[in-house]
T-cell receptor, first 114, second 114 residues
């Protein structure tokens, strides 16, 4: 069964600190993995997208890693800011006959305190 | 500029009263998706269009219907909303292109059923 599991479910950190969010998946055949940021009451916004051959990808203070062998990904946020408070969703795409089918994790709710 | 636009952002409807949510895109993408997202849960795919081909998820209730009159627009019709249909409804688009299919989400429509 194609699944995406994220941990932790929620996380509270102080402003300026770093944190790492985890994503494990069983989606096969794998196409790509994305991390999205979803602010409360808004649609998800893409942070990174990684294919099978990519190990690391950065977008500003966000760095995503992918280990396709162990089917694990992480999102590292450095020097956190109050505006980083949001849900971070791991989404894995499967190769399909017609579509890049998307499988969503339940997200990690990050709260950054001043 | 917004590329996937959902209207309205907030919708209040009465129990059993039909309601239509709309989504438009300026990306000329082949694929359009409708997701239902309840509080603290991952988005759940309801259906998608690949061009004019409609693909319904097996567990999507018959109460939910969709129309795609042209490439740019897609509608979600809820024929008889129940209290359990209150959720955020997300529209997304993608263009199938190799393995790096990016999905773009709208801001969502928050549906309240009273």
């Amino acid at each position: 069964k194609n699944q995406v599991e994220q941990s932790p479910q929620s996380l509270i950190i102080l402003e300026g600190k770093n944190c790492t969010l985890q994503c494990n998946y069983t989606v096969s055949p794998f196409s790509n993995l994305r991390w999205y940021k979803q602010d409360t009451g808004r649609g998800p916004v893409s942070l990174t997208i990684m294919t099978f051959s990519e190990n690391t990808k950065s977008n500003g203070r966000y760095t995503a890693t992918l280990d396709a062998d162990t089917k694990q990904s992480s999102l590292h946020i450095t020097a956190s800011q109050l505006s980083d408070s949001a849900s971070y969703i791991c989404v894995v795409s499967a190769k399909g006959s017609t579509l890049g089918r998307l499988y969503f994790g339940r997200g990690t709710q990050l709260t950054v305190w001043p | 500029d917004a590329m996937v636009i959902q209207n309205p952002r907030y919708q209040v409807t009465q129990f059993g009263k039909p309601v239509t949510l709309s989504c438009s895109q300026t990306l000329n993408h082949n694929v359009m998706y409708w997701y239902q997202q309840k509080s603290s849960q991952a988005p759940k795919l309801l259906f998608h269009y690949y061009d004019k081909d409609f693909n319904n998820e097996a567990d999507t209730p018959d109460n939910f219907q969709s129309r795609r009159p042209n490439t740019s627009f897609c509608f979600l019709d809820i024929r008889s909303p129940g209290l359990g249909d209150a959720a955020m409804y997300l529209c997304a688009t993608s263009r199938v292109l190799g393995t790096n299919t990016e999905a773009f989400f709208g801001q969502g429509t928050r549906l309240t059923v009273v």
